[in-house]
């Protein structure tokens, strides 16, 4: 039996593994802590799927900084984006003179991205720049700035480490593959 039949994942590919994500991570983490030296830096997570890869990266950034959230969908329960852009959960602090890292799980089409980059320069920050777990150049709809990418991806859909189908798979520890098959 193999690994993901064992943990009754028949159906999945593991696509990018636990070490190798969080070798990237820490190199990210490194990359901001250099870029954001002597800033007033918050990170806003897009959740829900910002979540794991968002606490590991906080780990990895040795300045002191602050945390906050934006819930957003465009997914609901589908394996594509509707196009529809709704937060359903807004910050808790102002972020005005701020530097501002975006932290998303995963950058597709970019007409999410492009709508919360909108959103967020109204509230005035110092800076916005853009980190993103994963991205997936074949889905690019429209032209948004990444300025820290772990990996990019193909055209596949993806679960785990944060990235779910349906709210599940998130806690896996790997991003893997979900087949059209198993959706």
């Known amino acids: 039996m193999d690994k993901m039949d064992a943990m009754g994942l028949s159906g999945v590919t593991e696509l990018i593994p636990e070490e190798k994500i969080l070798e ?8 901001i802590t250099s870029d954001y030296k002597g800033k007033d830096l918050i990170l806003i ?3 829900k799927g910002c979540f794991l ?3 590991d990266l906080c780990r990895n950034i040795s300045l002191p900084l602050s945390c906050d ?3 957003v969908s465009s997914y609901g329960n589908r394996t594509s984006t509707s196009g529809v852009i709704r ?3 807004d910050l808790t602090r102002p972020i005005e003179g701020k530097d501002v890292l975006v932290v998303e ?11 919360l980059l909108e959103n967020l320069s109204t509230r005035k ?6 980190c ?3 991205h997936k150049p074949a889905r690019q709809m429209v032209s948004t700035p990444i300025d820290y990418l772990g990996f990019s991806i193909d055209d596949v859909f993806v679960i785990g480490y944060g990235l779910d189908f349906q709210n599940r798979y998130r806690n896996l520890r790997f991003i893997g593959i979900k087949t059209q098959d198993d959706r």
């Open 24 to 31: 990237r991570v820490a190199q990210l983490g490194h990359e």
């Open 45 to 47: 997570g897009v959740l």
């Open 53 to 55: 890869f968002m606490a």
């Open 69 to 71: 959230f934006l819930g």
């Open 87 to 89: 937060i359903t959960s």
């Open 105 to 115: 799980d995963i950058v597709d089409t970019g007409l999410t991205m492009n709508y």
């Open 125 to 130: 920050p110092k800076s916005i720049k853009v």
């Open 132 to 134: 993103t777990l994963l």
